[in-house]
């Protein structure tokens, strides 16, 4: 059974840094497979899109929102995803969510097969 398990959330002051991870653990050789995708939600608000990578890392897309200050990156040797974030707003905070797609990459979270559990982001002003 494929499992996702983020790590590396926590507070952090605007203009911070702070870099998620998450592993594919149980994903073997088909995590070479899968797109990936960083997702978040904030309190009383949708689960929204982040940003994609595709199996070799040539590719990636970022909601404009993030765009110059977020940077998706995966090892596919280590089965991980990451996810640095620079620049941070208070806008950013959200429980950060790390999905895996075994289709086509896509923004829309219904299209995502696997989901990890989340991680804290929080931006203090």
């Known amino acids: 059974q494929v499992q996702l398990v983020e790590s590396g959330g926590g507070l952090v002051q605007a203009g911070d840094s702070l870099r998620v991870s998450c592993a594919c653990e149980n994903c073997g050789r088909s995590f070479i497979s899968y797109f990936m995708g960083w997702f978040r939600q904030a309190p009383g608000k949708e689960r929204e899109f982040v940003a994609y990578?595709?199996?070799?890392?040539?590719?990636?897309q970022y909601t404009d929102s993030v765009k110059g200050r977020f940077t998706i990156s995966r090892d596919n040797a280590k089965n991980m995803v990451y996810l640095q974030m620079n620049s941070l707003k208070p806008e950013d905070t959200a429980v950060y969510y790390c999905?895996?797609?075994?289709?086509?990459?896509?923004?829309?979270?219904?299209?995502?097969?696997?989901w990890g559990q989340g991680t804290q982001v929080t931006v203090s002003s």
């Open positions: 990578i595709t199996w070799d890392g040539a590719i990636t």
């Open positions: 999905a895996a797609d075994r289709g086509a990459p896509g923004i829309t979270a219904a299209q995502y097969d696997y």
